[in-house]
């Protein structure tokens, strides 16, 4: 992991720590799924791919 990447991980540990002490458990769940990705960027991805839109963007 690069030192930028390890500097992300230690700020949204952090960032999470201080949700949930806060009482902002949607913050703190969107961040324990930042850190799952991060930590499984090296797998392959199975989820839906919004990325690039859902097509309807007439």
Do not use: C, W
Not at 7 to 36: P, T, W, Y
Not at 49 to 57: A, F, L
Request: charged residues 35%.
């Amino acid at each position: 992991m690069s030192a930028e990447m390890k500097e992300l991980h230690r700020r949204l540990v952090n960032d999470g720590i201080s949700s949930q002490k806060e009482g902002d458990m949607k913050v703190a769940d969107g961040i324990k799924i930042a850190l799952f990705e991060m930590e499984h960027l090296d797998k392959p991805y199975f989820g839906t791919d919004y990325s690039q839109g859902d097509g309807d963007d007439d």
